[in-house]
């Protein structure tokens, strides 16, 4: 507020400014997140199958991450991605589809295709793993134990 006395001189009582890149005091803006994470087991065959694995993009990083580790107890095989090169959305809002590079029994050179289903809580029976890998392995089912879990994006 600015007065104009009348010999002209004057007198700044209040000042303001705005700013629109944020205010001291006031909260972050939040940090965003898209990924999805899980562990369990499905039946393979007569036998069990189990994995562990977290994969997207976590808070601050500037491109996806995996982790995954998979074993069929049936047979033995030993699978871990190494890299991801492919995240995206599946068939549905539910279902996440991630691909790339892994290593089988300590091997690599091989490449894996994933689709996990978040289908509700809890996740056994509910929740669904496919897996195919370049050597020619395939296993599908509904998780006989365990839980799948979508991290969704900020609004």
């Not at 990924?35 to 069990?48: A, K, P």
């Not at 069929?72 to 699978?79: K, V």
């Not at 599908?140 to 979508?150: C, E, K, V």
Request: hydrophobic content about 30%; glycine content about 14%; aromatic content about 8%.
């Amino acid at each position: 507020m600015h007065l104009t006395l009348k010999t002209g001189d004057e007198v700044i009582l209040a000042s303001a400014e705005s700013d629109i890149s944020g205010c001291p005091g006031c909260p972050p803006p939040p940090v965003c997140e898209d990924f999805v994470s899980g562990g369990g087991w499905i039946q393979n065959g007569g036998s069990r199958a189990s994995f562990g694995f977290n994969a997207g993009i976590k808070p601050n990083a500037p491109a996806p991450e995996v982790h995954f580790d998979y074993i069929d107890h049936g047979n033995g095989m030993h699978m871990q991605a190494t890299s991801i090169t492919k995240y995206a959305q599946g068939a549905t809002n539910t279902i996440l589809h991630f691909e790339g590079s892994a290593e089988i029994d300590g091997v690599p050179g091989y490449t894996y295709s994933i689709d996990v289903a978040d289908n509700g809580e809890p996740g056994r029976s509910t929740d669904t793993l496919s897996i195919g890998l370049s050597n020619g392995y395939k296993a599908a089912g509904p998780l006989a134990g365990g839980n799948i879990q979508l991290h969704h994006p900020c609004p």
